[in-house]
């Protein structure tokens, strides 16, 4: 993994700290071209690394890729799936069945398997495959060596204790893809431990990492200490708080702390991206 | 070690899988049961976690003893339930709304309190950061005098003409107010006071055929302020549901999400760091970290007051019983003028 990775957040609006300027941003990167534009910008400081989530909108970007292989000779892109409001928002209104069936491919349901989803809710890692190859199918021909869980689904299945989940997905993302699995977890501490005792060596963590302790289940004292046994490849994101932490004191804090192997920023100005990559970089 | 909380779950849909993770993820609960009628999610709790599973809830309560019990079942089944594990000496958290009823709801709340039983509805709203700043403002009069209110959410739950569920269906607790502005209708009556009266209500359907999609009107509480109820979640350019409350006082304005609190004043006051002009402030300066996060620390700050609750034998001040019933009489008001 690269020291710096680019993140996705600012081009879909996700903003933890403002509606009002992710309303600005989802503006602003209407068109598939500005995030193009952004990416490049990225990419030109060295950072050659787009971390993203399975937006139906990535599929334009990945096309663009494949269309210029020149231009993105080494480039990386790591998915991070599901984009879980899609299925969240499915199962409120269709509830749990209704949303799987709007989003399992549609053969399915068809001819080849009679009663598939009385079939399939007896095989859940089955199930999860299929949503996976559903999810990847857009990134197709671009290099992909870390495919990511998001946290709502990593914490979800760590709250329910699921974890043979977690190992089912590291397992496959490795058979299918040939690449290594990725977990995003707003709960470090206690996923390190679930993971190290499914006998999962060097799991690749990314985590809420910041000197507020903003979104760092059971206290930054205790990530650091979790941290620093190198049990993990660790990347650090929200680094800057979602931006209320001053940004010199948030870089700061983050190249302070030993054991951190990549750390996930976004942004949207050119300045911005440079400054942030040069700071990190010294 | 301490005695931990033996805690049940009844219904496992959207947010009663999100009570379960954060339950699970609670060094102070025992999950003892979870009871589902559907073979889909009872089938995937049974076979990958270590949770028992029941389809019947009385059964559970009766073998697996809990002390407190999650009812995340559709609302037309609240009411039985609720009445039910009052009556086995349980205390509950509901999710909302309480009941389709605010006179049942209004005489669970006197049940559960003549019991000594702690009863919390699910309106989380109440652990955010940014709306408990909110309700510290309005309560020191910060704004001065309020002369009016807006209180919206929207978000893109339907877009789209589809298969009904019990979310369709108006006799079961579906639609728009029921869901999306029950929330906004709850965070009025705690922060601004009691709702009196209703008028002007507009409730459209967009995409619905049976059920409402928009609700609109005006509010008219105790206090005589009034302001405008105006809810959505029919609305595709929101990516999830956002929820804002603008409060005018004759001394300053302040907009409040759950993101952001933004405080404007025509005068600086005595106590208060804020200044003169518009002031901003971040959740992330407002919000108390949780020991296990799951979709906001909201969601984990209720469930933990709970059992804060039962451990210390208190009955609480947040979202009881008989705070829902106000909001179920309010919802009935805007139900019945239409």
């Not at chain 2, 209708?185 to 009266?197: H, P, S, T, W």
């Not at chain 2, 350019?237 to 005018?248: C, D, E, P």
Request: proline share 2%.
């Amino acid at each position: 993994m690269e020291r710096i990775l680019f993140g996705d957040n600012q081009f879909f609006g996700v903003n933890h700290a403002s509606d009002e300027k992710s309303r600005e941003q989802l503006i602003k990167f209407k068109k598939d071209e500005t995030i193009i534009k952004t990416l490049d910008i990225a990419k030109a400081a060295g950072v050659n690394t787009f971390m993203c989530t399975t937006y139906d909108r990535i599929a334009n970007i990945c096309e663009h890729i494949r269309n210029h292989p020149e231009k993105y000779v080494g480039y990386k892109i790591y998915p991070c799936m599901p984009y879980a409001h899609k299925y969240a928002n499915a199962v409120t209104e269709l509830g749990i069945l209704g949303a799987l069936k709007a989003y399992m491919p549609r053969n399915i349901f068809t001819t080849a398997l009679k009663g598939g989803m009385a079939y399939l809710s007896e095989d859940h890692e089955k199930m999860m495959e299929l949503l996976i190859d559903a999810e990847m199918k857009m990134f197709h021909g671009v290099d992909t060596p870390v495919i990511f869980l998001q946290n709502v689904v990593t914490d979800l299945l760590l709250g329910m204790k699921a974890y043979g989940m977690l190992a089912a997905f590291h397992g496959y993302v490795k058979k299918k893809y040939k690449a290594e699995a990725g977990f995003i977890t707003m709960n470090l501490p206690l996923l390190s431990s679930v993971l190290e005792n499914l006998g999962i060596e060097q799991p690749i963590i990314c985590a809420s990492i910041n000197k507020e302790g903003f979104r760092m289940s059971g206290g930054r004292s205790l990530y650091e200490k979790v941290i620093a046994e190198k049990k993990n490849k660790v990347i650090a994101m929200q680094i800057f708080g979602g931006g209320f932490i001053n940004a010199d004191d948030a870089i700061e804090y983050i190249k302070s702390i030993e054991g951190i192997d990549s750390i996930l920023f976004g942004a949207s100005t050119s300045d911005n991206i440079n400054r942030t990559i040069q700071q990190l970089n010294i | 070690m301490e005695h931990k909380i033996r805690l049940g779950l009844i219904g496992l849909g959207k947010m009663g899988i999100s009570h379960l993770a954060i339950a699970g993820g609670n060094e102070n609960i025992e999950v003892v049961g979870v009871c589902d009628t559907s073979k889909l999610v009872a089938g995937f709790i049974e076979k990958q976690t270590p949770f028992k599973v029941y389809d019947d809830f009385r059964l559970m309560v009766k073998e697996s003893k809990p002390d407190a019990v999650i009812v995340s079942v559709p609302t037309k089944y609240h009411s039985e339930i609720i009445e039910e594990l009052l009556d086995s000496h349980i205390h509950v958290f509901s999710e909302k709304p309480l009941t389709l009823d605010a006179a049942i709801s209004q005489r669970l709340a006197e049940k559960a309190e003549l019991l000594g039983l702690v009863n919390q509805v699910g309106y989380h709203n109440h652990f955010i950061g940014t709306f408990e700043e909110m309700c510290r403002l309005i309560d020191k009069k910060v704004m001065g005098d309020l002369y009016h209110f807006t209180a919206e959410a929207y978000g893109p739950v339907v877009t789209k003409e589809k298969d009904s569920t019990w979310r369709s269906k108006p006799e079961e607790g579906g639609g728009c107010l029921y869901d999306y502005a029950s929330h906004v209708i709850d965070l009025v009556n705690y922060a601004l006071g009691e709702i009196k009266q209703v008028s002007g209500i507009q409730l459209k359907k967009i995409y619905s055929k049976d059920v409402e999609d928009a609700v609109y009107g005006t509010l008219h509480l105790n206090s005589g302020l009034s302001g405008i109820l105006s809810v959505n979640w029919s609305d595709e350019a929101y990516r999830k549901m956002s929820t804002k409350i603008t409060v005018q006082g004759k001394n300053g304005k302040l907009i409040v999400d759950a993101t952001e609190l933004k405080l404007y004043l025509n005068g600086a006051v005595k106590g208060e760091t804020y200044e003169r002009g518009w002031n901003t402030v971040s959740i992330g300066m407002l919000q108390d970290q949780v020991d296990f996060y799951l979709r906001g620390e909201e969601y984990t700050a209720q469930l933990d007051y709970f059992v804060d609750c039962i451990k210390k034998k208190k009955t609480g001040e947040h979202n009881r019983f008989r705070d829902a019933a106000k909001t179920d009489h309010a919802i009935e008001m805007i139900r019945k003028s239409k």
